[in-house]
């Protein structure tokens, strides 16, 4: 294969203090690997002062196996401009992306290192007052500006061409839709639930409506979406949020962005019914579902007046259209969440907040929680009228 | 401007004969230019034997207007790809192409003029046994293979990027959908059903169901759609049936095809409803409304029975998937329907079916009927159970 990969830390510097306000002597500078995602390489640049950046570098495969598992490189393209994307719209809530470089497939930006892995803060029960309100704008904003209701026609449709994302899409369509709901060889099924798996395969109201929530996400370009909202794919602190990693972004149904980060809540708030619950009564799973409550309050009301002062189309800023439009988006967000939280309990990739759990007993009872949420969420979504009504 | 427009006859000749069967001298052949379209050339070559073929060239404008209103010549590579699609699932029922040039933006096809366009077979009164069939079958074929039922998520993606189609989906976006509600300077009102058209504008239920099937139109590649399907763009003959024109194709909801061809069939019924009825009691009416019957009939039985067969795509092949969906689409296309009755009743292109009514009262009364059948049909689309219950 021909690709430029950074064959040293001396590369990776190179690149990094010839496209962003690294000071000082290289020499100086130091590089460590702190990529603890599977797919990609990520180092941290620092100076003499203590600045540092970040620099991303996408290979033509999979990191952690290799050339085997080839993956287009188009992805890291996909991932800058996204981010560019972000940072026009809410500047607060991305990394800035100082350079992207075609030919090495490689990014610098921003290190947002004073934040931290949302899904390690919650499982350590911190309290985010801004996180529900912070991730709410993010995907009001993020959806809103590169949805129809902004965009005029033509912008529109080369943006659904520019992020035509097939490799990335691709494992969703199977992860999500495909494997959690039949006996798949990929799937990770802890023995104690395994009847409750069982269970899905023959739901046929269930794989009906896991049909409708798959032609969305094949055939729905209304916005451009993350594609990859778990509680991973957000860094956090007591007084900020920063959303990374946007390298499944396409366009897709704006549900899929909601439900997906609603998903990583509701799965926190699952392993917390066998850990937290014990010992603080419930308090941080209530605190789970008060993020749930203000992040789908902020994106309503922030969307709502974002098409009211902003939208271009004429006749989509119907204000019926916006209140039938918003009603759905709920409905899918609580589906699409719904197959988040089942295929992160007995598909592929499973999630830290319920993994840890070591009593085996234990992790078995937050898993039924989830499925049974899950499986609640796809049906009855039409049916939920709020957050508060979810459990 | 630089393009390579056919300067002559003997330039169409030239390419006429390169690129097909025509045979003999290219002196003795004769060229026709036949286009009763708006918008390209069109030409009939015939050689001395009677062998014909039809040239079509699109110049980076619109043929009646010229410059001043300029149009992607893009829009005949997607004709011309879209009619091989078509060819390659019902070759019965689309041109052949023999060849298409890029660089001239022109098309060598088969000559269909054994057909005779559909719209004037229906102002003459004439019965086609076989009409309703075939376009059912048209639409099922060419929207199950290009829809995600068929086509891998790779192809499917690919098939996006390669038909998207802004200026032609522009011109529809803005005449289906906004021009006939609200008061456009483009649109054409007799004025005796002015106070008809004006109460279209006021209601804000209607507005709402246009919006959700604009919002179709924009963000809901389904299949590859033909895009512009009235009876203009079909020839027919009592054995035959012809599809033709498709450069408005782009990836969209499959009930905008379906629709458009049934608002055409109600058009002609509104038309008739002043003319037919009064010397053959409805005879006519019947008939088109048993073609709308057959032609869903047959798209039903055929789409149903392509995804059984051909489907590759599992978690869609649900059955219960399939009954809802096909209810959807239903739906879908009445409410597309509606929405071509009412702007070739009120916005910038009428029909001939009611244009031709030269007594305005009663062409106004064929106006009103289509009005409150449009309107109805957007509005109640889902309550619609089958074709019997539309009027």
Redesign the interface.
Known sequence: MNFKKFHSDEDVKAFAFQYSSLSGHKESATVTEIGDGNINFVYRVADKCGYSVIVKQALPYVRIIGEGWPLSQDRIRIEAQTLQIAGQYCPDLAPEVYHFDRDLCAIVMEDIGAHQNLRHLLIARENLPLLGRHLGCYLASTLFYTS?FFLD??A???Q??NF?N?DL??IT?DLF??DP??DHERNSINELVRTEAEALWED??L??E???L??KF?????ALLHGDLHSGSVFASVEGTKIIDPEFAF?GPIGFDVGSIVGNFLLSYAGHSQIAAVDDNGAYQTWLLQVINELWDEFETCFRQLVLEHGTE???A?P??ID??LKEIFSDSLGFAGTEIIRRTIGLAHVADIEEIHDLEKRAEAERLALSLGRRLIKSRYEIADVASIL
Chains 1, 2 share one sequence.
């Open positions: 129809d026609p033509y529109k449709k080369e659904v061409a035509i097939p899409c691709k369509e839709f495909v709901y039949c046929s109201v794989k009906l896991v049909a409708k798959k032609a094949l055939s729905q370009p209304q366009c004429p006749s989509l119907v019926e259209y039938w439009f």
